[in-house]
Each structure stands twice: as structure tokens, then as C-alpha cells.
């Protein structure tokens, strides 16, 4: 089996691997942490750590999902906030575990409600021995508005907080902000410009995911009523990959440090993350349909694409596709591509087809005897519709040809991708 | 064991079709849909499941096909919808049937009432016999605006599909669901009335604008060396039997079945889940010929049925009976409790006025030489299945309401 170096340092810490816990209800409890360690992920953010006066009571159920066809867990809705527990017992957790797991790290994620309640959660968390603070200031489902995203969108407020953090504790400390926000570079700056070493994103996306039709009430429904609360999984690693490469390369940010959260349940999830900037990952819902077993296949996965891309250090990764993504404006728009058909893999089911005509430009004709599709190369603008609603992969980019007019090599043209020419 | 032969397997639930629809590939010219002899349009009905539109799939179905949930259940559709279809260029059909019986039990727990009778036309049809050709063609001509006596010899109706199909197949109460539908539409159903006995097809021709002959080929065949042998018996006889009684009977521990067809499986796998130990199959045709349906086959398998393939029977002494290769020589001797003959079965036309060659009337279509008198189902030209029942109880229909009412439409 292969064995490759995870390590990679963030924020002056040393983790044995990139994958991390989140600050959810999946790292609640002391035996929970223990649990995830002893299955392989290199970190936990501890679940967020209020002060002793600001109570948590939570409502039942609490959850719910997103489907599509067969598939479950297309996106997840949650309406937990932060830990219930009493804080000497989270505290009390936060030192067992450092004193029997020291080669992990342990992260301690806080929330307060004012500037003392920050410094003194620093203060008690360093105290019990955690390895770095985690700022939450993102929580989009609080009952209460001086806590959670409602702090997050507002610079002032985040910066505030964070330069009291850090008078609280000289731990390495980073801020985790809310998506909520149409432009998450202010925010950032803000925690930055507070003392932040670095930034966590994405916190859970505002959301009111399925109604029942019977009742007229968003699920879940919390005694005949609900209420909009953050949504999270497979459905929101675009947006988290758009915020993060959008950090990346904001005006003297460009070597900010991030710990990349939203949606990774894969070892290709992860290594998007890594490639746009994240130095580590933070997982919870993929835990939660899945469990901690997931790391395995994540690190392990890895691993392989390192040994594919002859990287001998995760840290070679990070950042390095941020390049590569461009203002619209500024891309190649001199040349079309067509698709190309694999007679071997055509089954006739005419899919292309149909979505040509309805959702492209009529490029595609159907011949009904012979169940076949051909090209029309007068009509095909190259969008490649056709490459991805295909079921059985006969279709890939073919011919490059410039557009009248436009000067350039064909040859020097690049736009393939296994992940489009299957 | 009785709990075995009246126990259906289990249909899929809202996730699992959800996963059987998602394979669908949504053909844009579904093969499937042209390849159902009834015109039932699978590629309609699965997108509907597949955007969750249970209710639009229902009335595809139901619209179409009077006993939906019936071929659901019966139908080979490996020969049909399931052989076309595109799903085959990667791995396996779609489960078609198995889709169609999640709707149609949908339809029926949510007390779906999809079927639609016409605005009277004031004229008044005669169906003789209740299989699945008569109650489609009854239900065809309810919704034109005709009104329909089903006229049934039997105590029960349904024909076949209650006298023959047996209950882990085909749920009596799902038959009886049908049925109802059917009759709720305005059907008349005359139980215990045989035609000739107790009302002559003169008077039927007399009291009805025209009469449908859909007797279909009720009575079993025999072969003369198993004539006035007491431990013989018909599979028509047997499957009715064992019906009725819910599996309540008790048979001897080696019974041998003679014959390939779908209903020597159905025989032979009720046999096994009656309990039987030794159920010996000699079938004529080899296994390269075979006639009855590779689901049917493969579930007689399944069941631990002997299977001989290529014999055919020579003579009977006492409880031995003899079988002869057909092709190479050789020779079987088995002694059997009892042995169940499922070689066909025929049609008995008295006192109907209609004269059938090899099963069937002589002619292509429906109208005989009587233009008051039609047939359909079995006795008509065509398939023996109950898909190709539902196909001709809606072309005569068709055929009648041309005659009749000159295809104008009724509104």
C-alpha cells in the first residue's frame, strides 16, 4: 500500500495530515475527537466553545436534506448551534485529549458575545492546552444577533474581536467567515488587520432547503414552524471554491493562509481545496452520512495523486492553480472545439440530441432509422453540452478550429481535461 | 407452506425505484415505448417517476392499459420493452415491470380513480367471457360512451387471471382491484351464466347493438396414453385448484409436470412452494427452443425444479410413465405420485356460432362473418399473453366503435 508524507505546517503547527474535523456535531465530545484520531484525521476544531452565561437550547429534529434521484445528501440543512455542554467539561475534554493524542492537534474553536467574553474564552482555551484558536464567526443559525454570521459580515466588528482574541491567548489563530456575505475579501482583511493568522471558510450557506406541501412549513419543522438555517455538503463546494480562490488572489493576499472548508467528502474534493490556496481541510457532513472511515480513502487517495504528480510535499500543492483562474474578460475566446463521437461507446439513446435542440443550438440532427446522432458543424458554437448530458461517455472534444478572423495555432490550443474527454 | 405460494415478493420502495429510474438514460426516441404490443409508453411513465410525479405516471398507465397492475406483474417483458431497451449498451434493462408495479400500487393506496366513462351513446354491448381481452374491450367501450354486460360462466371473473396465474405471481386481490375499477366505470358482470346453457347468443344478438366473444382457450389438452389414468391431472385443474384454496392443499411428494410453456413453470415453482420434494419437469422442446419466458425459467430454477429438456412422453403404466428423447436415443422410466400435463390448452366454442382452427378463428381482425358478432383475446389471431389481450380488447373496441358509430367521436 502506498505511504506517502501528509504533513504540512499551518500557521506555525505541524499536522501529520491536512484532514481535519470541523467544528460541528461531529466533534462534540471527548471519545468522539478520540475516535476520529485513532481512524486517522490529523486534527479536530473542537465544537465552538461559548461562555458559561449565553445558554444553548436546541430545537428537535433538527436536520434536514437535499435529494436528487437516488442520491441523498446532495446538500444538508442544520440547525445545531454551538456546544451544549457545560465549558469546564469542554475545556476538561480539550487538555485529555492533547495529553493523549499530542501528535495531533487539537483546535479550539470559540465564540463570544462581547470583546471580555472573546479574550477570556482565549485565555481558558490555551490554558487547557490547544494547539491554535479557531474564531467562529460565522454560525448563520444563533438566537442571538451579537453572535455568529451576523458578527462575520461586519468588518468592524470582526476585527474588534479578533485583536481581543488575541490579547486573550498567543496561540496561532485563525478567523472562520461566514459565505453569507457577497464579497468575503473585506471581512478577511478585517480579521487580518485584527491579529488573525489566517482564515477558515466556508461556514454553512444561509438556506431554507425543502418545504413540506402539505403543511406549508420548511423543513424540518420545529412544532409546526422552521427557520432558515446553514446548508452544507456536496452542494456548496462550488460556492466554498469560489470564495477561497477569490481570497487568494485579493490585493495583499496572495500568501494568505486558509483552512478550506465546504463540501470535501472525496480525496478529489481535497486536493481542489489544496490547489486553490487551502493548507488544511475541515470535514463534517460527509462524517455525518458517512463517519470518520472516510479519512482513509481521502488520505489514501491523496497520497496516489502525489505520487502521480511526483510531489513529495503537500505544501508544493497549495495555491498553485490560483493562477489559472481568470477574469472572464481575459480569457481565450479566438477559437471554438467540436465534439467528437465514439461509435464504439454510442448506445443511440439520443440524449445529445434532445439537449442540443432544447437547451444549446440545434447542432446535433437525429437520424431515426439508425438511432445516431451526427454534427453540424455550420451550427456548433463547441459549448460541449452534449460532452457532459452523454451517459456513456462516447463523446469528447475533437476538432479545434479558430474562428474566422482570429489569428492562432490550433495546436497550441489546450482544453483537454479527463475530466471532459472521459 | 401455503404462506409461500400466497406470498408476492416484495416490490421497491420510493428510494429504491428512485435508483431504478435514474438509470433510465430518458431515450429520446424510447424503444421501449414502441416495443409494448399494448402501447403502453414506459419512457413516459419512468420520467415521471424520475421527477417524482408518481400521480402523472399512474394515469400514463392506467389510461393505456385497463390492468396495469396486472401485466406489471405477468408480463414477459424481456420479450418486449425490456428487450429494447438502451440501457442494455451498458449493463442490464431498466426493471420496467418492476417501475410499472410501484405506480400502480401507488394508485391503488392513494385510491386513485383515473379511468373516465364516456357520455352515453345510448347503445349497449354483449362481452362474453371476463379474461384480461373482455375487461379491457368493457372498459375501452366505457369510456366511448357504451354500455357493457360482461357475461362470465365461471363463479369468479377474471378468467385466466383468477383461475390460472398463480397467487405469489398474481395477488387475488390485486385481480379483484381491477376488476373493480372496471365495473366501478359502469361494467355489468353476469357471474355463473354460460352461453347456450343459460342464455343463447340468439338472445345476446337480439338485446345487444353487438356481441364480443372473448372466451379464450379455457380447457386443458390432454394427450389419449394419459386417458382414465387416475393420478393425472390438468394443469388448468391444478393451478385453479390450488388457487381457490389459497395453497391450502396437500399434494404427494414426487409429482412429475410435462411441459415448456409459462404455465409448466407455474405449475412446477407451485409445486415447490407447496412443499412438494421431487418435481420433475420433462419438457419437449431443448433448452435452446424453449418457450416459456427466462424470468419464468430462471424462477422455476430458482425454486429447485428438476428440468429435462428434449423428452417426450411414450406411454403410462400404473405410476410409470415413459419418455423418449426426441432427437437422440434414450430413454426415461419415472415413477411419480402423480404427473400434471401442462401441454396447452383449447378453446370450446358450443353453442357460440364460431368455428376456430388450432385455437383460433380463421380470419385477421375482428368482425366474423355475423357483422352483429366479434372476437378477441386468445381465440383472435395473434399472441397468447395477457399484453396481447389488452392490445385486442382495445382494437376490437376500436373496430366496433368504427362500425357502430362511424369513428365520429361522442360529445
Known amino acids: 500500500m502506498i505511504n506517502k508524507d501528509l504533513g504540512i505546517d499551518f500557521l506555525g503547527v505541524h499536522f501529520e495530515n491536512p484532514f481535519c474535523l470541523s467544528s460541528s456535531p461531529v466533534d462534540n465530545c471527548y471519545e468522539m475527537c478520540a475516535k476520529a484520531f485513532d481512524e486517522g484525521w490529523g486534527g479536530v476544531v473542537f465544537k465552538t466553545i461559548g461562555p458559561e452565561h449565553f445558554k444553548i437550547d436546541e430545537v428537535s429534529p433538527r436536520f434536514d436534506e ?61 490554558e487547557a ?80 432547503a425543502n418545504l413540506d406541501l402539505d403543511k406549508k412549513v420548511a423543513l424540518p419543522i420545529v412544532n409546526g414552524k422552521s427557520s432558515i438555517s446553514g446548508f452544507s455538503g456536496k452542494a456548496v463546494k462550488p460556492i466554498a471554491l469560489r470564495f477561497i480562490q477569490q481570497l487568494r488572489v485579493a490585493a495583499g ?95 443511440g439513446c439520443g440524449r445529445c440530441f434532445i439537449s442540443c435542440f432544447d437547451g444549446a443550438h440545434q447542432a446535433i440532427t437525429w437520424d431515426e432509422k439508425t438511432r445516431r446522432p451526427s454534427v453540424d458543424y455550420s451550427k456548433c458554437v463547441g459549448c460541449q453540452l452534449c460532452n457532459l448530458v452523454c451517459p456513456v461517455g462516447a463523446i469528447s472534444t475533437g476538432k479545434i478550429e479558430m474562428k474566422p478572423g482570429r489569428q492562432g495555432n490550433v495546436e497550441d490550443i489546450d482544453i483537454e481535461s479527463v475530466r471532459l474527454t472521459h | 407452506m401455503s404462506n409461500n405460494y400466497t ?205 364480443i366473444l372473448a372466451v379464450g382457450a379455457s380447457e386443458a389438452k390432454m394427450l389419449p396414453m394419459f386417458d382414465d389414468q387416475a393420478n393425472v391431472e390438468t394443469a388448468v385443474d391444478f393451478l385453479a385448484r390450488v388457487k381457490d384454496a389459497k395453497g391450502e392443499v396437500t399434494e404427494p411428494d414426487n409429482v412429475v409436470v410435462v411441459g415448456g410453456g409459462d404455465v409448466a413453470m407455474d405449475v412446477s415453482t407451485t409445486l415447490k412452494r407447496l412443499g412438494v420434494k421431487h418435481v420433475t419437469d420433462m419438457v419437449y422442446e431443448e433448452f435452446a427452443e424453449f418457450r416459456a419466458s427466462k424470468k419464468e425459467l430462471a424462477g422455476t430454477q430458482k425454486a429447485g425444479v428438476t428440468i429435462v429438456d428434449g423428452y417426450v412422453p411414450e406411454s403410462m403404466t400404473g405410476n410409470e410413465v415413459t419418455f423418449k428423447h426426441r432427437k437422440i436415443d434414450a430413454e426415461m422410466k419415472i415413477k411419480a405420485d402423480k404427473v400434471i400435463l401442462a401441454i396447452g390448452q383449447q378453446v370450446n366454442t358450443d353453442g357460440l356460432g364460431i368455428t376456430t382452427k388450432r385455437g383460433e378463428v380463421p380470419f385477421i381482425g375482428y368482425q366474423t362473418q355475423d357483422p352483429k358478432v366479434y372476437v378477441t383475446g386468445d381465440i383472435a389471431h395473434g399472441d397468447k399473453t395477457v399484453v396481447w389481450a389488452v392490445r385486442k380488447g382495445k382494437e376490437v373496441a376500436e373496430e366496433i366503435d368504427k362500425t357502430l358509430m362511424g369513428g365520429r367521436q361522442n360529445d
Request: charged share 25%.
Open chain 1, 66 to 126: 437535499l435529494t436528487k434521484e437516488g442520491t441523498p445528501f446532495v446538500g444538508f440543512k442544520n440547525m445545531e448551534q454551538i456546544a451544549e455542554h457545560p465549558l469546564q467539561e469542554n475545556l476538561d475534554d480539550l487538555t485529555k485529549l492533547k495529553k493523549n493524542y499530542p501528535n495531533k492537534i487539537v483546535i479550539a474553536s470559540i465564540m463570544g458575545t462581547n470583546e471580555d467574553d472573546w479574550v477570556e474564552l482565549a485565555r481558558l482555551v490555551t
Open chain 1, 129 to 208: 492546552g490547544a494547539d491554535m484558536i479557531e474564531m467562529n464567526l460565522s454560525c448563520p443559525q444563533m438566537t442571538s444577533h451579537a453572535m455568529g454570521s451576523d458578527v462575520g459580515t461586519n468588518p468592524a466588528l470582526v476585527k474588534k474581536y479578533c485583536a481581543a482574541v488575541k490579547r486573550g491567548s498567543d496561540l496561532p489563530m485563525m478567523a472562520k467567515m461566514t459565505p453569507n456575505i457577497t464579497d468575503m475579501v473585506p471581512a478577511a482583511k478585517a480579521a487580518m488587520d485584527g491579529g488573525a493568522d489566517g482564515i477558515a471558510t466556508i461556514n454553512t450557506v444561509k438556506s431554507v
Open chain 1, 253 to 347: 493576499m496572495e500568501q494568505l493562509p486558509i483552512s478550506g472548508i465546504g463540501g470535501i467528502e472525496t480525496w478529489e474534493d481535497a486536493v481542489e481545496f489544496i490547489l486553490l490556496g487551502s493548507t488544511t481541510l475541515q470535514v463534517t457532513t460527509a462524517v455525518m452520512q458517512y463517519g470518520y472511515r472516510i479519512v482513509e480513502d481521502m488520505k489514501n487517495g491523496l497520497m496516489h495523486y502525489m505520487e502521480e504528480q511526483g510531489v513529495d510535499h503537500l505544501s508544493d500543492l497549495v495555491g498553485i492553480a490560483n493562477k489559472n483562474i481568470l477574469p472572464a474578460e481575459d480569457l481565450d475566446r479566438d477559437y471554438k472545439v467540436y465534439p467528437k463521437i465514439d461509435w464504439d461507446k454510442c448506445i
Open chain 2, 7 to 211: 406470498k408476492e415478493d416484495s416490490g421497491y420502495t420510493m428510494t429504491t425505484v428512485a435508483e431504478e429510474a435514474a438509470r433510465c438514460l430518458l431515450c429520446h426516441d424510447a424503444p421501449c415505448t414502441k416495443a409494448c404490443p399494448a402501447g403502453t409508453d414506459p419512457a413516459r411513465f419512468i420520467r415521471s417517476v424520475r421527477f417524482r410525479n408518481i400521480k402523472g405516471a399512474a394515469e400514463t398507465i392506467r389510461e393505456n392499459n385497463a390492468l396495469g397492475a396486472i401485466c406489471a406483474r405477468v408480463c414477459p417483458t424481456e420479450k418486449y420493452c425490456e428487450l429494447a431497451c438502451s440501457r442494455s449498451g451498458i449493463d442490464v434493462p431498466i426493471d420496467i415491470g418492476g417501475i410499472q408495479r410501484y405506480v400502480t400500487d401507488f394508485e391503488q393506496q392513494a385510491g386513485m380513480k383515473i379511468l373516465e366513462k364516456g357520455k352515453s351513446n345510448g347503445l349497449k354491448i354483449a362481452i362474453v367471457g371476463s379474461g384480461p381481452a373482455g375487461l379491457q374491450s368493457a372498459t375501452t367501450l366505457l369510456e366511448k360512451g357504451y354500455a357493457v354486460d360482461i357475461y362470465e360462466k365461471n363463479t369468479k371473473p377474471g378468467g385466466y387471471l383468477t383461475y390460472g396465474i398463480p397467487e405469489y405471481r398474481l395477488p387475488q386481490n390485486i385481480v379483484d382491484y381491477e376488476i373493480k375499477r372496471i365495473t366501478d366505470l359502469g361494467a355489468t358482470l353476469h357471474l355463473n351464466t354460460a352461453i347456450g346453457s343459460d342464455i343463447t347468443m340468439d338472445q345476446l344478438k337480439a338485446d345487444y347493438d353487438s356481441v
